[in-house]
């Protein structure tokens, strides 16, 4: 995980994450090795989350349901040119 990061140049400081069980001991460690801090989200917070979820659900209505990925490289190449997309170009909403 942190060897992609590294190969891309890409240094992270923190990296948030909730409570769920998936995340055992070995992937805390694994990026606090290369001195990336771990955030938790608190406790029973759902909408601790909000903006991270809002750009899940953004990202599959707006590009990923409409494509057939068929690797993880298509997949991360795909993903990188939505993100500049989505950060540069995509109109923002009117207040």
Do not use: Q, W
């Not at 707006?62 to 950060?87: F, G, K, T």
């Amino acid at each position: 995980m942190t060897g992609d990061l590294d190969d891309a140049g890409i240094t992270t400081k923190f990296l948030l994450r909730d409570r769920d069980t998936k995340y055992v001991e070995g992937f805390d460690e694994a990026f606090g090795a290369v001195g990336t801090r771990i955030l938790k989200s608190p406790h029973r917070t759902p909408n601790a989350n909000a903006f991270a979820e809002r750009f899940v659900k953004t990202v599959r209505s707006e590009c990923l349901d409409h494509l057939l990925i068929v690797n993880a490289r298509h997949l991360e190449r795909v993903l990188r040119s939505y993100s500049r997309h989505y950060n540069h170009h995509r109109p923002v909403g009117l207040a």
